[in-house]
C-alpha cells in the first residue's frame, strides 16, 4: 500500500480548518485529503462505462483499480 505524508507547519490554519471540515462530514482527516486527492484527479471522462464479468474486472477495466498480477 502507498503512504504519502503530508507535513504542515504548526502554525498554518489549515490543519485545524481540515479536521473541522472532517468532523463536520462525519469522517476522518485522512479520508477528506482522500476525498480531495480523488476529486482533483477527475479527468472529467463521462464515457459509458465498459460492462465486464465481475465487480472486480469493471474496476479495472473501467480505471479505478491495478490488474493483479500472479
Do not use: H, W
Not at 8 to 17: A, M, N, P
Request: glycine letters at 6%; one cysteine or more.
Amino acid at each position: 500500500m502507498a503512504r504519502f505524508i503530508i507535513e504542515y507547519s504548526d502554525r498554518e490554519t489549515i490543519i485545524v480548518q481540515l479536521c473541522e471540515r472532517a468532523a463536520g462530514l462525519n469522517i476522518s482527516p485522512e479520508e477528506l485529503i482522500k476525498r480531495f486527492v480523488d476529486a482533483g484527479m477527475d479527468n472529467g471522462d463521462q464515457s459509458p462505462s465498459i460492462a465486464t464479468d465481475s465487480l472486480d474486472n469493471f474496476f479495472v477495466k473501467n480505471g479505478t483499480l491495478n490488474a493483479v498480477t500472479e
